[in-house]
């Protein structure tokens, strides 16, 4: 949703102090994401960790259901 530069930047009311990946100080650059009932703030590696883990979960899932997640 949005790539933080620096500690200035619109979505102060709501970065998290700490990483929801890996638990440490937010430093920047960051990645911020706003949903529907929170926000996370993530180090740039640790959105790439998430991205990769978060895609292994759904092939786990495609396999053991035996369907593909389509749009
Ligand atoms: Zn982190």
Redesign the pocket.
């Known amino acids: 949703m949005a790539y933080l530069r620096g500690i200035d930047h619109p979505y102060q009311h709501n970065v998290q102090k700490y ?1 929801f ?2 638990g ?1 100080n937010i430093s920047y650059p960051a990645i911020h994401w706003v949903g529907s009932v929170g926000a996370i703030t ?2 740039s ?2 959105a790439v960790d998430l991205s990769i883990k978060l895609m292994s979960d759904v092939h786990h899932m495609q396999n053991d259901t035996n369907r593909r997640i389509r749009m």
């Open positions: 990483c990946y890996c440490h993530l180090h590696n640790c």
